[in-house]
């Protein structure tokens, strides 16, 4: 089934009682009842836009990937992606974590998420937005190894896929619960790829 246009009166006021309501108790505790009266909607006008509470959280994560690739094309600036797939890595990194921490409703929000990864809903997120298949990871994995910045002894393909599973996957490498921890695991896992893979 096609998805209805979600742009209605109080949108913005669902979003950020959502965002409230997802951050304060989780995905299975939060109360679509409450997330309705803080934002000032019927129950009727909402299962018009959406099927379920499930649909308002993976529409949320939509949203803020969205915002986050906007932050991240107004802040890096061009000039970090004539440097080294490395170098990169590492300045992405610090813009998404000026993203995360720009709104504390944000930073909040993701880590709330970070603590779904035993649940359900946080397979079928990765499910939607597949992660794991990032044209744009792709694209900036062709060109370094174009560049000559890897390893000639692994192919291509076996380094775009240990690559894209070390960064969707890094919740279950190591434990973060906190935002202020994951520049920091990040940067080791930056480390650890470019000792391991470089030439």
Known sequence: MQEKEKTFEKKSELIDAAINEFSERGYENASLNNILKQAGISKG??????????????????ILID??????????????????????????TKAGMKFANKSPSISKFSESFIKEKE?????????????????YMNALIENAYSKGEFREDLPKEFIKSIVSYLFTNITNIT????????????????????????R
């Open 45 to 62: 006008t909402f299962y018009y836009h959406f099927k379920n509470k499930e649909a308002l959280y993976i529409y949320l994560i939509g």
């Open 67 to 92: 915002e986050k690739k906007e932050f991240l094309k107004n802040n890096v600036s061009y000039d970090v992606f004539s440097k080294d797939i490395f170098t990169i890595f590492e300045e992405l």
């Open 119 to 135: 649940n359900e809903i946080y397979k079928k997120v990765f499910e939607k937005y597949n992660f794991q298949n990032d044209d």
């Open 175 to 198: 434990s973060v619960s906190k935002m202020n921890d994951y520049e920091e695991v990040i940067n080791n896992l930056i480390k650890f790829m470019k000792n391991g893979l470089s």
